[in-house]
Nanobody
Framework: QVQLVESGGGSVQTGDSLRLSCSGS????????VGWFRQAPRKEREEVAT???????TYADSVKGRFTISYDNANDILYLQMNSLRPEDTATYYC???????????????????WGQGTQVTVSS
């Protein structure tokens, strides 16, 4: 099992930037897909950005051009660089991964099975 730990959240003003980090034990050895998700109060969790097994990145339309997901292979850290933050970006951000060959064989990158505890991002106007 991979333990995921997020950091880097905080309270900022509109237009500011933050960089979220996610570290995980054995991250690189058993992980097929990694991504960032967020959930705002009274809203469903949404996918923000992902890196799939072939290296392809995907972004939610609402963050395209502002957020960048990246993976530091040397240190096994997943990042989410968030620029030009808006109040609507306020949410708890979660790091997630698809771990295990059996799970990946069954679901691909459609169902993430390891989650961090989340880090809060608050953007005020």
């Amino acid at each position: 099992q991979v333990q995921l730990v997020e950091s880097g959240g905080g309270s900022v003003q509109t237009g500011d930037s933050l960089r979220l980090s996610c570290s995980g034990s054995k991250f690189a050895f058993s992980t097929f897909c990694v991504g960032w998700f967020r959930q705002a109060p009274r809203k469903e969790r949404e996918e923000v950005a992902t890196i799939e097994s072939d290296g392809e990145t995907t972004y939610a339309d609402s963050v395209k051009g502002r957020f960048t997901i990246s993976y530091d292979n040397a240190n096994d850290i997943l990042y989410l660089q968030m620029n030009s933050l808006r109040p609507e970006d306020t949410a708890t951000y979660y790091c997630a991964a698809v771990v295990g060959v059996n799970h990946y064989s069954d679901y691909g990158c459609s169902r993430y099975n390891q989650w961090g505890q989340g880090t809060q991002v608050t953007v005020s106007s």
